[in-house]
């Protein structure tokens, strides 16, 4: 086990230190858990995957050319408009 020095706003300390009394922990046993609770919620990812990628839409399966596209909406309209 490795040994280190942290700073705490005293507030935090004080809040910690109750926590650890009440449970019967010591201080050092909830910073433990309190890390390992923290790197469990935010594991390390590897750079490949942080690296930035260009969002990407899937646009389904239909195609539309565009050329096509101004015939289609004019048969469509006048489908539309027809009575029933």
Known sequence: MT??????????????KAFATKRELSL??????GLE???????DT???ERAWKLPTVDGGGV???LS???Q?????EELRSLPR
């Open 3 to 16: 040994r280190t020095q942290i700073q705490l706003p005293d507030d935090l300390y004080k809040r910690a």
């Open 37 to 43: 609770l923290f790197l469990s919620r935010f594991p």
């Open 68 to 70: 096509k596209l101004h």
């Open 28 to 33: 050092a046993e909830i910073t433990r858990r």
């Open 63 to 65: 195609k539309v050319p």
């Open 72 to 76: 289609i909406s004019a048969e469509e």
């Open 46 to 48: 590897p750079a490949a």
